[in-house]
């Protein structure tokens, strides 16, 4: 990876955790997607189940709509959603709203990947090839093929009378009869072939770090390559099982002699 390409991808991620999309900050009913999702869980924690689903849907929608709109601004670019930047931002908002909840980065994320992950499907449906719950390849996958969706397609702020400010995201998708007869789909041209080897090529990134991890990420990368390997076309699986070996190896070194093997020291 370049150095500009690594300076794109951190700014990229600073602009994304900041609420903003191609446009700027966003806010829905008044909160970023971000402070949505840590709203969202601390809902849940305190015994409020409808507000914590609220809250976290307009997380899951906001997040898209930061990834499409800053990938229209940086071209396709990967996706970093780091956790540890992530609590601590969100629990700076929480403080700010004299909400006491500590956010634990290893277990809390997991619904809001797989939603958020779902959603970005839902937009450009080539993505379900992969069946995955992976955000951040699913995120990378969708910035990579941004050039697939339209104009005033997938995340859209529309205008709703009803909302706070006057606005309201809303997922825009071809209506059901023209893609019913006339083929009209987000991403029809992308093929799967196409998706599975740009996601080993993303993995292939990932695992080249993974001896960086936090074990608790590292596990969660390894069930990722494994849930592919089972997925992945038949001409693609050794190469997701070899990744699987090199993470494995990778981490085993680390724990031998850190994050550098026996040479380290």
Request: net charge negative; with cysteine.
């Amino acid at each position: 990876m370049s150095l500009e390409t690594h300076k794109a991808g951190v700014e990229f991620r600073d602009r994304l955790f900041a609420g903003e999309d191609d446009v700027g900050v966003r806010r829905n009913e008044g909160y970023t997607w971000l402070e949505h999702l840590a709203l969202s869980l601390c809902n849940f924690e305190n015994m409020s189940p409808i507000k914590g689903v609220r809250h976290g849907l307009y997380a899951c929608v906001g997040f898209g709509s930061g990834v499409q709109g800053l990938s229209r601004v940086f071209g396709p670019t990967t996706v970093i959603v780091d956790r540890q930047m992530l609590v601590r931002d969100m629990q700076a908002f929480l403080e700010k709203e004299d909400k006491p909840f500590v956010i634990n980065p290893d277990t809390d994320f997991e619904v809001f990947d797989c939603m958020a992950a779902g959603f970005l499907t839902e937009v450009l449906p080539p993505l379900r090839f992969l069946h995955s719950g992976d955000l951040e390849l699913t995120a990378s996958l969708f910035s990579r093929n941004i050039s697939a969706i339209p104009a005033g397609s997938g995340f859209v702020y529309v205008s709703n009378p009803k909302a706070t400010g006057g606005i309201d995201l809303d997922m825009v998708k071809p209506p059901l009869w023209r893609r019913l007869f006339l083929r009209e789909g987000i991403g029809r041209d992308i093929a799967g072939d196409g998706i599975w080897s740009a996601a080993v090529e993303h993995m292939t990134a990932r695992v080249e770090s993974a001896a960086f991890l936090s074990e608790r990420y590292a596990d969660k990368l390894a069930a990722s390559l494994e849930h592919l390997e089972k997925k992945a076309p038949t001409a693609l699986k050794r190469d997701f099982e070899n990744l699987a070996t090199e993470m494995s190896d990778a981490l085993e070194a680390r724990n031998v002699g850190g994050p550098w093997g026996s040479a380290a020291g």
